[in-house]
């Protein structure tokens, strides 16, 4: 009989990250700034947050893109299948190594399997 466990780990990071996340928003409001220099620190805090989704994003494309060259420089086919299967296990190790929480993670993936289409294109041509 397998022990199932809570992902606790999991729960710590989203967590960690809401906490910090809440707690640099309410640094900024409550920090003895005036109100054009605390909407300036909000806007470049959002901003930052922003780029780093982008790389996040852009990290994990490169490693699918890298998964389905070695797939095909083996000779292998690549079907919808077995992209959705790249997309989650990047997704998975994403999450696990605690890079998102567990809704990006899910938001993630969504976006990846929205390219299919492309990639479809791109390892046919």
Do not use: C, H
């Given at each position: 009989?397998?022990?199932?466990?809570?992902?606790?780990?999991?729960?710590?990071?989203?967590?960690?990250?809401?906490?910090?996340?809440?707690?640099?928003?309410a640094g900024l409001l409550f920090a003895p700034k005036s109100g054009k220099?605390?909407?300036?620190?909000?806007?470049?805090f959002a901003q930052d947050t922003k780029e780093k989704g982008e790389e996040?994003?852009?990290?994990?494309?490169?490693?699918?893109?890298?998964?389905?060259?070695?797939?095909?420089?083996?000779?292998?086919?690549?079907?919808?299948?077995?992209?959705?299967?790249?997309?989650?296990?990047?997704?998975?190790?994403?999450?696990?190594?605690?890079?998102?929480?567990?809704?990006?993670?899910?938001?993630?993936?969504?976006?990846?399997?929205?390219?299919?289409?492309?990639?479809?294109?791109?390892?046919?041509?």
């Amino acid at each position: 009989m397998e022990d199932k466990k809570p992902n606790t780990a999991g729960k710590v990071a989203t967590g960690l990250t809401l906490g910090a996340i809440f707690g640099a928003i309410a640094g900024l409001l409550f920090a003895p700034k005036s109100g054009k220099e605390t909407r300036e620190d909000i806007k470049k805090f959002a901003q930052d947050t922003k780029e780093k989704g982008e790389e996040l994003f852009e990290g994990a494309k490169k490693e699918v893109a890298v998964k389905l060259e070695n797939l095909k420089k083996a000779g292998k086919e690549i079907n919808g299948d077995d992209y959705k299967k790249i997309v989650d296990e990047i997704v998975e190790n994403f999450k696990g190594n605690g890079k998102i929480t567990a809704e990006a993670s899910k938001k993630l993936g969504e976006q990846l399997r929205e390219d299919w289409e492309e990639v479809k294109k791109q390892i046919t041509a």
